[in-house]
């Protein structure tokens, strides 16, 4: 198996097959790399689906249509295609990330599938990107369900809570390691009652918070 398999799996073949490589190579591998193929896929990408949700539902307001969106461009759902696309098994990574499990890391399989969306731009203009994206998506799309808007892990174990009349939950830092250009932070979501305490980590505060919440989340819903 090769990497064409990726590009089979996204029904497009590459006509400069540079632009393919790049897409698939990390910066610790060195120059030319994916970190801005990354940058405009995931402009393409916001835009695509900013679009084909404005086009589903057309009374929606604003506020809706992004909270949508954010969910499906966020890093765990480009986690999760690019794990069905196997983009892991043909990335290029220098030795220390080899050797550390960058291929399995969420936000490096994340960042390669937005570089592989800026590269078909490049090399094939808007619509073949957008064909792509749209294919790729259809899924997750089609899933959604007018009414039922997925908010954010935080939010809804917020309500969950208040609902109930308990006690917020509590976020704390409980370390931040790696470079300041690609640190991961492992944070802890407490609650009082019922007591419950569980860990998130991610590249950011933010989405490591989210992480914790949503573990959080499926316990208390279990």
């Keep these: ?27 610790s591998f060195g ?22 949700l404005y086009h589903r539902f057309p009374d929606l307001p604003e506020g809706d249509l992004s909270r949508l969106r954010a969910n499906l461009v966020r890093q765990e759902t480009l986690h999760h295609l690019a794990l069905e696309l196997n983009i892991g098994a043909f990335l290029r990574l220098g030795e220390g990330e080899l050797k550390s499990g960058g291929a399995q ?11 592989l969306f ?9 619509e073949a990107s957008r064909a792509v994206i749209e294919k790729l998506f ?12 997925q908010k954010d892990a935080k939010t809804r174990l917020q309500e969950w809570l208040q609902g109930r ?25 407490e609650i ?5 305490r569980t860990v998130g980590h991610g590249s950011s ?10 573990k959080a989340l499926k316990e208390l819903l279990a």
């Design 1 to 27: 198996m090769t990497a064409q398999s990726v590009a089979n799996k996204l029904n497009y073949c590459f006509s400069d097959q540079a632009l393919f490589r790049t897409a698939l190579t990390h910066r």
């Design 31 to 52: 120059t030319p790399n994916n970190e801005r193929l990354e940058f405009l896929g995931d402009g393409v990408l916001d835009f695509v689906i900013a679009a084909s």
């Design 105 to 115: 890391r969420p936000s490096i399989l994340a960042d390669a599938l937005e570089a």
């Design 118 to 126: 800026g590269a078909i731009y490049l090399d094939a203009g808007f």
């Design 138 to 149: 259809a899924p997750l799309l089609d899933d959604l369900k007018p009414g039922q808007f």
């Design 165 to 189: 009349k308990k006690a917020l939950p509590r976020y704390h830092l409980l370390e931040a390691t790696g470079a300041a250009h690609e640190q991961r932070f492992e944070i802890a979501c």
């Design 192 to 196: 009082e009652s019922p007591a419950l």
């Design 205 to 214: 505060r933010r989405i490591a918070e989210q992480v914790a919440a949503e």
